[in-house]
T-cell receptor
Framework: DTGVSQNPRHKITKRGQNVTFRCDPISEHNRLYWYRQTLGQGPEFLTYFQNEAQLEKSRLLSDRFSAERPKGSFSTLEIQRTEQGDSAMYLC??????????????FGQGTRLTVV | GIQVEQSPPDLILQEGANSTLRCNFSDSVNNLQWFHQNPWGQLINLFYIPSGTKQNGRLSATTVATERYSLLYISSSQTTDSGVYFCAVELGGQNFVFGPGTRLSVLP
C-alpha cells in the first residue's frame, strides 16, 4: 500500500442523480478525513472518522451529504440529488493518531465531480 | 475557529530566484503541514513541521509555534516548483484547517 487511493478519479453526473465516492486510506492509518475543494480555494473540511466512528459531521454541507466507514478501513462519501453547486474536487486524507494527537496526513489524488 | 492566513497570495519568479512563503495562524496548534498542489490537483506533502526547522533539498521550512507563524523557503526555483502552496494546521487532534494558498509561477 503506497498511499491513499480514491475512486473514481472523475465523475460526470446529471443534476438530481446520486453519486458515491470511495477512499482507501493507508493501511495502518486509523484517522480518515474528507475535504472539498472548489476552484481557487483551499480544501474545506467536511467530516472525519477515527476507526469506524464518525467524530465530526456538522461540517457536511447539507443533509444530502453522508459518509461511512463501516469496518474502519475504506470510506464512502455519498451525495444525493446532486446540484450544480456540488461540482468540486473531493479529497480524502488519512493519518495515524496514537493517543489523540495526529501525525502527518496524506492525501489521495481526489475525485473531480462535475454536475451537468 | 482557528484562522489561517498565507502571504503573498500570488508570486511570480524568474527561474533560479529564491522565495519565502508565510503562514500565520490565530491559535496554538498541534500540527502544521506544508503541501504543494500539482496541476492535477494532488496535494504533495512537503513538510510536517509543528515546530522547528527542516530542510529537504532546495526547500526548507521553519515554524515558530509561540509566535504562530511558519515560513517555507524555496531556493533556486525551477519551473516545476510552480503551483499552489498550502499550509494546514491542526488544533486539538481534530481536523486540519487550510489556508487560502500561495500561487507560485516560475518563469523560464
Amino acid at each position: 500500500d503506497t498511499g491513499v487511493s480514491q475512486n473514481p478519479r472523475h465523475k460526470i453526473t446529471k443534476r438530481g442523480q446520486n453519486v458515491t465516492f470511495r477512499c482507501d486510506p493507508i493501511s495502518e492509518h486509523n484517522r480518515l478525513y474528507w475535504y472539498r475543494q472548489t476552484l481557487g480555494q483551499g480544501p474545506e473540511f467536511l467530516t472525519y472518522f477515527q476507526n469506524e466512528a464518525q467524530l465530526e459531521k456538522s461540517r457536511l454541507l447539507s443533509d444530502r451529504f453522508s459518509a461511512e466507514r463501516p469496518k474502519g478501513s475504506f470510506s464512502t462519501l455519498e451525495i444525493q440529488r446532486t446540484e450544480q453547486g456540488d461540482s468540486a474536487m473531493y479529497l480524502c486524507a488519512s493519518s495515524r493518531v496514537p493517543g489523540g494527537v495526529s501525525t502527518e496526513a496524506f492525501f489521495g489524488q481526489g475525485t473531480r465531480l462535475t454536475v451537468v | 475557529g482557528i484562522q489561517v492566513e498565507q502571504s503573498p497570495p500570488d508570486l511570480i519568479l524568474q527561474e533560479g530566484a529564491n522565495s519565502t512563503l508565510r503562514c500565520n495562524f490565530s491559535d496554538s496548534v498541534n500540527n502544521l503541514q506544508w503541501f504543494h498542489q500539482n496541476p492535477w490537483g494532488q496535494l504533495i506533502n512537503l513538510f510536517y513541521i509543528p515546530s522547528g526547522t527542516k530542510q529537504n533539498g532546495r526547500l526548507s521550512a521553519t515554524t515558530v509555534a509561540t509566535e504562530r507563524y511558519s515560513l517555507l523557503y524555496i531556493s533556486s526555483s525551477q519551473t516545476t516548483d510552480s503551483g499552489v502552496y498550502f499550509c494546514a494546521v491542526e488544533l486539538g487532534g481534530q481536523n486540519f484547517v487550510f489556508g487560502p494558498g500561495t500561487r507560485l509561477s516560475v518563469l523560464p
